[in-house]
């Protein structure tokens, strides 16, 4: 059996993962164990689809223990980096192999890297979302043959009856091209960063258009921004209670541009929807995306960068749409290996090692 902790609150890319995980054991009638934080996201959603989720009390490490105390766990998995102390601590009492899901875009604490890398001897294998992460994990001194690389998984995109590609793009002018981004509430997206490098290319192109998709604080920061400004009648803003992939369908360029992180799940839905893109090289979007292969990456906070991109991607239609092609293949390869195999094969790898010791 397998024990599953997680202590993230809110619903993010991983913890998508992670619940599409426990759903393929449940088919495959793999025995599991998941605890999470009471009120999270995963805990109502892993009910939904009836998945049994206990929930992280005080004095955690001695409830667990009670439960699980007849029953043979194989491998613990934590989930994230608040997890992993209780995770170590049941290492001891269960006598199960760790694993721990290494997320550098959710640690911004550089105390909390530095903690991760000195707790690392206890734990038998790490699980990165991209090949930066673990260069990362080398460089501060873990050993290369504990770590795994497994890029994010997504199961299916947003479907609609109708096609709205067509919908939106007949209420625009006629012969514009759509550059866009979406603003999902509190996702750290540099919106200021795209206004800029919006007026550098306007200068030279004035049938773009440029959409924002979002929701939150930062649309109406957002609207502050653009007030006087020239380009702001190029702008189309679309807030409220939206359909995020519907309107990346209709964009002929996507953005996403990330402070911190990157919104994973809209990259994914440019890529499923044959939309170029361009993105910040922050959190997974190095993962994602190999550049000039499958988009184009650029550094955070550089207007130029941006502006030099988005030129480049105007002006070459040919490259524009090998982009888009190679990202629409990169996610068909990436889902020809199921979630639940490729997990398996990194659980049967760690329990192999951890019997050697």
């Given amino acids: 059996m397998h024990l599953h902790v997680t202590t993230t609150t809110e619903w993010n890319i991983y913890q998508e993962q992670l619940l599409l995980l426990l759903s393929a054991m449940k088919e495959e009638n793999q025995e599991f164990v998941l605890y999470a934080t009471p009120g999270a996201e995963i805990v109502k959603r892993a009910v939904s689809v009836g998945i049994v989720c206990r929930e992280l009390k005080t004095f955690s490490l001695l409830n667990i223990t009670k439960s699980l105390k007849h029953t043979p766990i194989d491998v613990i998995h934590s989930h994230d980096f608040r997890a992993l102390k209780l995770c170590i601590a049941l290492k001891g009492v269960l006598?199960?192999?760790l694993v721990y899901s290494y997320r550098p875009e959710q640690i911004a604490d550089k105390g909390m890297i530095n903690r991760t890398v000195l707790r690392s001897k206890r734990v038998d294998r790490f699980i990165c979302s991209c090949s930066e992460a673990k260069t990362e994990m080398i460089i501060k001194g873990v050993p290369v043959d504990k770590i795994s690389v497994l890029r994010p998984f997504i199961n299916g995109m947003e479907q609609s009856q109708v096609n709205?590609?067509?919908?939106i793009k007949n209420s625009l002018p006629p012969h514009s091209f759509l550059i866009g981004t979406v603003a999902p509430l509190e996702d750290g997206s540099d919106l200021t960063t795209i206004i800029r490098a919006a007026e550098i290319v306007l200068k030279n192109k004035r049938d773009l258009l440029f959409m924002i998709v979002g929701q939150g604080k930062?649309?109406?920061?957002?609207?502050?921004?653009?007030?006087?400004r020239k380009v702001r009648e190029r702008f189309i803003l679309e807030t409220g209670n939206v359909n995020y992939y519907e309107y990346i369908t209709a964009m002929d360029l996507f953005i996403s541009s990330g402070k911190v992180v990157s919104p994973t799940f809209r990259l994914v839905d440019a890529f499923k929807s044959k939309v170029a893109c361009i993105a910040t090289a922050v959190g997974i979007a190095p993962g994602l995306i190999t550049n000039r292969k499958n988009g184009v990456l650029i550094p955070k906070k550089d207007h130029h960068a941006m502006s030099q991109a988005i030129e480049l991607l105007i002006n070459d239609y040919e490259l524009r749409n090998e982009l888009a092609e190679a990202g629409y293949k990169y996610i068909e390869d990436l889902q020809e290996t199921p979630l639940f195999v490729?997990?398996?094969?990194?659980?049967?790898?760690?329990?192999?090692?951890?019997?050697a010791d």
Avoid at 164 to 167: F, L
Avoid at 342 to 349: A, F, G, I, Q, S
């Fill in 95 to 97: 006598k199960a192999p």
């Fill in 342 to 355: 490729r997990y398996t094969e990194l659980y049967n790898l760690t329990l192999e090692t951890y019997s």
């Fill in 164 to 167: 709205p590609k067509h919908i």
């Fill in 218 to 228: 930062q649309m109406k920061e957002l609207n502050q921004a653009l007030f006087n």
